[in-house]
């Protein structure tokens, strides 16, 4: 996945071939940070739009191959290009995998001018006015037709012990406003 078909693709793929889901309801022992009963359900619930899901699903999938002594081909370029994109995000950011490819150049094969190429991609890309949002649960930066929206700023709504914020951005190509809700 991901290094000769996108998750997408894969998942769409996976969502029609009843045969595969059959196979794969059979198989229970799985990885203990799936929390489902067998292994398909666990794909079927993946989103193709959460790098972490399909990382996951992925070394699910080889797990599973390699337990049942199934030849394929694994290219780990993808986790090594994870791990670098992982090591210089900040921590108030979770990427798509989408976003992801974007970023990643191709051309550069030195780690330390790949992760300089990123850092400065993601500060071009993700504008706030005074402060990055402190999230109370997992990043949802707001996106619009693949590109980041601009983060206005956030605001408490249960006062207390910070037990639920609304997250405001701001599409400045149709100049819409977008919210988050959040709560712990």
């Given amino acids: ?5 996108t ?7 996976f969502y029609k071939d009843e045969a ?3 196979k794969l309801e059979k198989e229970t022992k799985i990885p203990p940070y799936t929390n489902y009963s067998n292994l ?8 193709a739009s959460d790098f972490s899901s399909i990382s996951n699903v992925k070394d699910a999938i080889k797990q599973y191959l390699e337990k049942n002594e199934e030849l394929f081909s694994y290219s780990s370029k993808m986790d090594e290009d994870a791990d670098i994109v992982f090591s210089v995000l900040p921590k108030w950011l979770d990427i798509s995998p989408d976003y992801f490819r974007s970023i990643l150049n191709k051309n550069i094969s030195n780690t330390l001018e790949k992760k300089e190429q990123i850092k400065k991609k993601v ?6 006015l005074k402060n990055p949002p402190k999230w109370l649960q997992n990043p949802e ?3 619009a037709n693949g590109k980041p929206l601009f983060f206005i700023g956030e605001l408490d709504i249960v006062p207390e012990k910070n037990r639920a914020k609304i997250y405001v951005f701001f599409n400045q190509r149709d100049e819409t406003y977008h919210i988050i809700n959040q709560s712990d």
Avoid at 1 to 5: F, L, N, S
Avoid at 40 to 47: N, P
Avoid at 123 to 128: C, G, I, L, N, T
């Fill in 40 to 47: 398909c359900l666990y794909i079927l619930e993946a989103d």
């Fill in 141 to 143: 930066w707001k996106f």
């Fill in 123 to 128: 500060k071009e890309d993700f504008k706030y």
């Fill in 7 to 13: 998750a997408k693709v894969f998942l769409d793929r």
């Fill in 20 to 22: 595969l889901q059959n």
């Fill in 1 to 5: 996945m991901e290094d000769k078909i």
